[in-house]
Nanobody, 115 residues
Framework: QVHVVESGGDSVQAGGSLRLSCVAS????????MNWYRQAPGGDREFVAG???????KYADSVKGRFTTSQNYPKNTLYLQMNSLKPEDTAMYSC?????????WGQGTQVNVSS
C-alpha cells in the first residue's frame, strides 16, 4: 500500500505560478514511477507530466516550456512547478504513483487560474 498526498493548489491569475507537491509513502522501499494528471470540470483526466523509475521526465505538449517536474531524494516526492499559467490549466491535479506494478492515487489538489 502506498499513501499519496498532494498539496500546493491555489487560485491565481493568468501568468502566475504555482508549485505542487506529491508525497508518496510506503511501508517498504519502492522505486516509484510518479506522474501528474489533471481533470477539468466536465473533461477527461489527462496526463500532465511525470518522472519514471530511471528519472526520465515527460510532458504533455500543452504544458511543455511552462511546467517542470522534479523529484527529491530519496525520490518519494514529486514536484510540479507551473509557470505562465493559463485559464485552461484550471483543473483538479492528481498524483499517480506506481510501485511494483500497483497504481495509487491521491485525493488531488485544485488549481484555479482566472483571466
Amino acid at each position: 500500500q502506498v499513501h499519496v498526498v498532494e498539496s500546493g493548489g491555489d487560485s491565481v491569475q493568468a501568468g502566475g505560478s504555482l508549485r505542487l507537491s506529491c508525497v508518496a509513502s510506503a511501508y517498504r522501499r519502492c522505486n516509484y514511477d510518479m506522474n501528474w494528471y489533471r481533470q477539468a470540470p466536465g473533461g477527461d483526466r489527462e496526463f500532465v507530466a511525470g518522472i519514471d523509475t530511471i528519472s526520465r521526465t515527460k510532458y504533455a505538449d500543452s504544458v511543455k516550456g511552462r511546467f517542470t517536474t522534479s523529484q527529491n531524494y530519496p525520490k518519494n516526492t514529486l514536484y510540479l512547478q507551473m509557470n505562465s499559467l493559463k485559464p485552461e490549466d484550471t483543473a483538479m491535479y492528481s498524483c499517480n504513483v506506481v510501485c511494483q506494478g500497483a497504481s495509487f492515487w491521491g485525493q488531488g489538489t485544485q488549481v484555479n487560474v482566472s483571466s
